[in-house]
């Protein structure tokens, strides 16, 4: 799917939450390469490098423009958006603090973080490019934080 240019930052960060998210799925399986624990990890450098600063991107800047500016803004998909942040922040927190192996949770996490990037570049994103106008995208593109895979 095409994004505007100045949501690449956001949709750059959500391909590698997609591989997190299909690593999470396959936790405790035979297509998993990795330990609980190389999981754990992983997820936790995910989330301290960009997941945070992503959701913040998105709650403090993309969000509110997108409000302010659609004539009838989708208020039921921006509160799926925000409730999948919350639910994402709590598992995170869970299975960071958590000391046993939990693969069921790991698993649900990465079903979760899927469905939730999906929402977003499927639904929500082209209703923002469509609602806000494209300097005020641009503005916005100048505070998103950079990813810490690639710079971008």
Known sequence: MKRHEALNPLS???HHALVMALEMKRAGTEQSSKTYKQ???DMIDFWIKDGRDHFRDEEEVLVPLYLQFASEPKEN???DMLYQHAQIRGLIEE???KGETDYEKMRSLGELLDE?????????????EEAIP???LYQANGRFHRDSYSGF
């Open 116 to 128: 939730h990037v999906r929402l977003e570049e499927r639904t929500l994103f082209p209703l923002m």
């Open 77 to 79: 998909l921006i509160k």
């Open 12 to 14: 750059h960060h959500h």
């Open 134 to 136: 494209e300097n005020y």
């Open 95 to 97: 299975l960071r603090e």
């Open 39 to 41: 999981l754990v990890r």
